[in-house]
């Protein structure tokens, strides 16, 4: 780290993790509504067996074009994506 900057490792490792994670996103799987009237889209990771529900507003800030063909894609045979959609479009 460069102490001129005022630029830690910390900061370093965790804006380098923030910026790869969502490149690893192999593709979305589900929708859901959780409490408190918030949506979780369920994520296939690259590389790994093991699937995830991550926030739908965080995954859409970090990987969009795929939230939207996700939801896009099954909002016909999908109330809740049909719901997570609109509330993409009144938050915009």
Avoid: C, M
Avoid at 21 to 42: A, C, M, N, P, Y
């Amino acid at each position: 780290a460069d102490a001129s900057l005022d630029i830690t490792e910390d900061i370093i490792i965790d804006q380098a993790a923030n910026d790869s994670w969502s490149t690893h996103v192999d593709s979305i799987i589900g929708v859901r509504l959780v409490d408190g009237g918030e949506f979780e889209l369920k994520v296939k990771w690259l590389g790994f067996e093991e699937t995830t529900w991550e926030p739908l507003q965080t995954l859409h800030e970090d990987v969009p074009e795929k939230v939207l063909a996700y939801l896009q894609r099954v909002r016909r045979t999908n109330g809740r994506a049909r719901e997570a959609l609109a509330k993409l479009q009144r938050e915009v």
